[in-house]
């Protein structure tokens, strides 16, 4: 049988009673029971008695009442009720400090473990509620606590405010008014006996004077035992813009991996450790940070052998001058569509990134070269880089521009490009932007010859709730194509038919449709695209039909952490030709990020 | 180490505060690589109580030039809260947690005027 709101009443107060005792006392009084729950003797002993025969606490008349095990556990769990609630009123309902407590004495009798859990869970697992009190676990256990009140503590020494005993909404507010709530940085500077009073220096050289009642309500540490805490509470005070607390350099590690399984048609599967990418970065100061990212995709790299890839990908330094203008050099994304710089596995849905992102924007598309980046205001920002070009003498009918990113590597820079994007993230949810990358690229031919190339990208993602829905179109153009397969013609001996026009778009929605439930987050998705890297060809080319493409892609991803996924797709792709077709694939994959 | 412990974030939720000041409440989703919104506004000596929540992954809230740096927990794993006091200026707040590959956009400013 569930105890009722009065046992759980009783044995609450047992439980605080009993925290008052010194040794050898183990017995709480059954005077001071009756009077903490404000019932007459009688009415507690009666009481008492029933809660003896229900093996929940051990009565001995006329000496006290003590909880047993199971007394304690239950105890424990209202207390942990109580205190879960208070900290969510505060924190997610905007409640004040000292309006929560009497909410929590309806509601800790009435919430579901269930529900406790999920708000605890929510709540970051947290230790202690707004006034300090520990939060037991759910095993009914508590973490000891270290604490003196400021009638005990060290005179002069520094100490922080851990713990209001008193939930009094007047002695809260009294606490709040004289800048003592938890979290803050005292001292002692002198008690008065004669006066009854203590002279406490508070945080900004403030003094205050309290009676020694409230004084022994407060529960400090001393700064030395209490050094984390020290470290993590953030002083909530002015700052001085001119005198900024500089911040020492800094080195982190994260990174993303990517593993899949892709099953054509009528073929066998094949299981590809696609990414394996490390990003290291090192704040120099608060103003110059360095950000690298190394690739290595497909699992193993062999010298001059078409398989895996080792990569920079990224290795700039960024010097932030302002919000408006800052400059980066070094290896850098092109910021060009929504993956190129947002490609952590778990963000998009689908085993494969996009083919629009593949074949017509060089996803993953990175070059040496330095510019400026920053946000303009009302929810604008931009970037502007001047890179190394791309090598048109790679180009090719197929995979449009994608073997033309010279990477960085001992890149020709007769030339260069230019490439930017100006973005929009006013709305909640919205990031529509659009993007540019140009350049000339025909550097290697001899005699060299111009072969303009220009990339226009729009895009926008848009995301609430549950749902996400994106778009991107992307088209490129590749002036004197027809020069450009002449020139290739004579090299290779074969018209590689490169086209003057490359366009695509896709669109997609997802939704997730189950959220934040205990082993995970579940959502489901469709995306279609078309594609076609002849769109336009240049003069004498004939557009072959098996490059004018369209895909459907729908799958779900699980994501058992916010930041792993585990994906699943089935693709459709099909082309205008009759005689060359691509089969449809299954894929499973597997990404995570640290 | 420089980010805090969910519980300690309730510490830094309860930071001393000046009980008279004009308070408001503002909050803030992170998502690779933005902050919405980016931009916030108030007058000097106003208390900020900046609610902060993820839409992804694990990000941090750094308060250029103070000590405000803490760490927002991933999607669904609640809220982070941390009250600021600022006095005339412009403070530029970033995120102070590698989030991926455009971690560095990911700023903002919270603008206090007389």
Redesign the interface.
């Known amino acids: 049988m569930l105890p009722s709101s009065t046992v759980e009443n009783y044995l609450k107060a047992i439980y605080k009673g009993a925290s008052t005792l010194t040794p050898p006392h183990r017995l709480l009084p059954m005077g001071q029971l009756a009077s903490a729950l404000g019932v007459v003797p009688g009415t507690a002993t009666t009481m008492v008695k029933a809660l003896a025969e229900s093996g929940l606490v051990e009565y001995e008349p006329y000496s006290g009442v003590a909880l047993t095990a199971a007394g304690h556990k239950l105890a424990a769990l209202v207390l942990r009720r109580h205190r879960l609630v208070e ?1 969510f009123l ?3 309902m ?1 409640y004040a ?1 000292d309006e929560v407590h009497d909410e929590a004495e309806q509601l800790e009798h009435v919430v579901s473990d269930r529900l406790i859990d999920r708000m605890d ?10 006034h ?1 009190d520990p939060i037991p676990n759910a095993d009914g256990q508590v973490k000891p606590q270290e604490s003196q009140t400021l009638m005990t503590c060290p005179i002069g020494a520094p100490v922080r405010v851990t713990r209001v005993v008193d939930q009094d909404s007047a002695f809260l ?1 009294f606490v ?2 004289h ?7 005292i001292q002692v500077e002198e008690r008065d006996p004669s006066a009854d009073s203590v002279r406490v220096r ?2 900004g050289g403030r003094l205050i004077t309290i009676g020694t009642r409230a004084a022994s309500k407060l529960l400090v540490q001393v700064a030395r035992t209490a050094l ?2 020290l ?11 001119a005198t ?3 911040r020492g350099p ?1 080195t ?1 590690l ?1 990174g ?1 991996m990517d593993f899949h399984y892709n099953k054509p048609e009528f073929a066998d599967g094949s299981l590809d450790f696609h990414r394996f990418v490390l ?1 290291v ?1 090192h704040s120099f100061s ?1 103003r110059i ?1 360095f ?1 690298s ?1 190394i690739e290595i995709e497909h699992a193993l790299v062999e010298g001059g052998e078409e398989k895996g890839e080792l990569e920079l990908e ?1 290795a700039y330094v ?1 010097f ?1 001058l302002s ?1 408006r203008f800052n400059v980066r050099a070094g290896m850098m ?1 092109m910021p060009v569509g929504i993956i190129n ?4 596995p ?2 998009y849905y689908g085993v494969e990134r996009p083919f629009v992102d593949t074949v017509i924007v060089p996803t993953t598309w990175f070059e040496t070269g330095a510019g400026i ?1 920053g ?1 303009v ?3 604008w ?1 931009y ?1 502007a880089f001047v890179t190394a070009p791309l090598n048109a003498a790679e180009f090719s009918a197929d995979e449009g521009i994608r073997e033309g990113k010279q990477k960085g590597s001992q890149a020709n820079a007769g030339r260069v490009g230019t490439t930017g994007r100006l973005e929009y ?5 919205l ?1 529509a932007g659009a993007s540019w990358w140009a350049g000339r690229s025909g550097f290697e031919f001899r005699p060299r010859f111009d072969v303009p190339a220009t990339v226009a990208e729009a895009d926008a993602r848009y ?1 609430r709730n549950r749902f996400e829905g994106r778009a991107q179109f992307a088209q490129v153009w590749i002036d004197n194509a027809d020069l450009l397969n002449d020139a290739l013609t004579r090299r290779v001996g074969v018209d590689p038919n490169i086209a003057r026009v490359l366009r695509g778009f896709y669109v997609e929605g997802g939704y997730r449709f189950i ?2 439930a205990r082993f995970g ?1 579940v959502g489901a998705f469709v995306r279609y695209e078309n594609f076609d890297t002849q769109y336009r060809m240049a003069g004498g080319g004939i557009a072959l039909p098996q490059f004018d493409r369209d895909a459907w892609m729908m799958g779900a991803t699980y994501w058992p ?3 792993i996924a585990i994906k699943s797709d089935y693709t459709v792709v099909r082309n205008r030709s009759g005689f060359i077709q691509v089969p449809n694939s299954f894929n499973l994959g597997l990404g995570w ?1 640290f | 180490m420089r980010h805090f412990s969910a519980s300690l974030i309730v510490a830094a939720t309860l930071a001393a505060q000046p009980a008279e000041s004009p308070r408001q409440v503002v909050e803030i989703t992170a998502e690779r690589f933005v902050f919405t919104p980016s931009e916030v506004k108030t007058k000097a000596g106003t208390t900020l109580e900046i609610r902060l929540r993820s839409d992804d992954t694990a990000h941090g809230f750094h308060i250029v030039g103070t000590d405000v740096d803490l760490e927002l927990p991933k999607r669904g794993k609640g809220v982070a809260t941390v009250t600021f006091t600022p006095t005339a200026g412009r403070y530029t707040f970033e995120c102070s947690q590698l989030c991926g590959a455009g971690h560095e956009f990911m700023r903002g400013v919270i603008v206090a005027t007389e």
């Open positions: 900290l505060v924190r997610l905007g400090w869970e929510m709540l970051g697992r947290p230790e202690v509620d707004p300090g507010r709040d008014r800048y003592l709530k938890p979290g803050a940085a508070g945080e984390l805490l470290l993590a509470v953030v002083p909530a005070l002015a700052q001085d813009p900024p607390a500089a800094r982190s994260s993303y990003l970065t608060d940070r950000v990212e990224q960024d932030l919000r994304l710089e947002r490609h952590e778990p963000v980046h946000e205001g009302r929810g920002r970037r993230v006013g709305l909640r949810g990031t995301s959220e934040a987050d952490d916010p930041d990020w």
